[in-house]
């Protein structure tokens, strides 16, 4: 079983930053990519950024340039880093977890509210 636990979503002014992480524990034998999706009310969820073991990384064409991935594969962590908000950043973020070896899954933490509002 594969746990995601993540923390730092609030509510920040536009403008603002924010910093989100994401820790995975379990039995995790071998990582491809971590990162994170949102889901704004009324849309479908969206990929946020991706980073892989390699560090290879990718981003929403809406967050390039403002949201910076990284990720510590020893500590089995990844984080976001996000500035210049804008009211349209304003969703709910999970961080999802693409592991295996012989077969792959994908594990989901339970999401952070970001609300970006003055």
């Known amino acids: 079983q594969v746990h995601l636990v993540e923390s730092g979503g609030g509510l920040v002014q536009p403008g603002g930053s924010l910093r989100l992480s994401c820790a995975a524990s379990?039995?995790?034998?071998?990582?491809?990519?971590m990162g994170w999706y949102r889901q704004a009310p009324g849309k479908q969820r969206e990929l946020v950024a991706v980073?892989?073991?390699?560090?290879?990384?990718d981003y929403a064409d809406s967050v390039k340039g403002r949201f910076t991935i990284s990720r510590d594969n020893a500590k089995n962590t990844v984080a976001l880093e996000m500035n210049s908000l804008k009211p349209e950043d304003t969703a709910l973020y999970y961080c999802?977890?693409?592991?295996?070896?012989?077969?792959?899954?994908?594990?989901w933490g339970q999401g952070t509210q970001v609300t970006v509002s003055s």
């Open positions: 999802f977890l693409n592991y295996g070896g012989s077969n792959w899954y994908v594990a």
């Open positions: 379990g039995s995790i034998l071998s990582i491809n990519a």
């Open positions: 980073i892989t073991t390699g560090g290879r990384t």
